[in-house]
């Protein structure tokens, strides 16, 4: 195995949990996802300029919630493509993961799209044997609002570092770091019967009263029909 030089595109700093790229790509996203977020609690996806974030691109992918621990991709840069080995548009988040890790990896979901709430994972290689590949990596996943104002979009990137010898390249967890951004949450409509009807007054004909007085023999019988001749 051939050892790889000490350069800063492939250095990882153990103590600060930071991938040591020469452009720093997931700071890059996070600090333009906050200038976008401003005062409001989470901001829009119809606000993201891929030309704003160009330099970071190729590591970048948004997500879509469409089960309550399911996201899929979007769209998602040429790293992505590469450890993966084939396009990764449509598939889920959770590809890129073993099936071991997929309830932690529901778990982060829950928390970004919920609370809402910043996430950060620390990446190892599922396997470091066996020809699998040697790649650590550090992902980030970043609430959006969609149009229609619930949050079920976020802003991601995925940073790695080591040699890609075979794909799909898979994750397992080493730490993940949850950032809690406030108490917004879209409820659903609240459900408020409807008043009772109102008579009106004017078209309201009174109740003829009920004679518990008469008889049976002082009520008026009806004719029987009968032949003429």
């Known amino acids: 195995m051939n050892k790889l030089p000490t350069t800063p595109d492939n250095l990882f ?24 977020r401003g005062n409001a609690t989470v901001p829009k996806r ?16 948004i997500i879509e919630r469409i089960a309550a621990d399911v996201a899929r991709f979007r769209v998602a ?14 598939i889920p988040l959770s590809t890129f993961f073993p099936p071991d890790e997929r309830f932690a990896v529901s ?4 928390h970004l799209f919920d609370r809402p709430a910043k996430c950060r994972m620390m990446l190892e290689p599922e396997s470091r ?16 609002q969609s149009d229609c104002g619930e ?24 730490t993940q770091q949850i950032e809690q951004l406030g108490l917004y949450r879209r409820r659903p409509p609240v459900f408020r019967p409807a008043p009772p009807p109102q008579s ?18 002082s009520r008026t019988l009806p004719e029987y029909l009968r032949v003429v001749k």
Request: charge should be negative.
């Open 129 to 144: 044997f066996f020809g699998g590949s040697a790649v650590s990596g550090e992902m980030i996943l970043l609430p959006l």
């Open 77 to 90: 840069g040429a790293h992505l493509t590469v450890l993966m080995g084939t396009e990764v548009r449509g």
């Open 46 to 61: 119809a606000d993201i300029d891929p030309r704003r974030i160009a330099d970071a691109l190729e590591y970048a992918f």
């Open 13 to 36: 700093a153990f103590g600060s949990h930071r991938l040591m790229t020469p452009h720093h790509p997931a700071q890059e996203l996070e600090h333009y996802w906050e200038e976008l």
């Open 107 to 110: 778990d982060i979901l829950e």
């Open 200 to 217: 009106v007054p004017a078209f309201a004909e009174a109740a003829a009263p009920y004679d518990t007085t008469a008889s049976p023999q």
């Open 151 to 174: 949050i079920s979009r976020a802003f991601g990137c995925l940073t790695t570092c080591g040699d890609i010898n075979r794909t799909p390249c898979r994750f397992k967890i080493r």
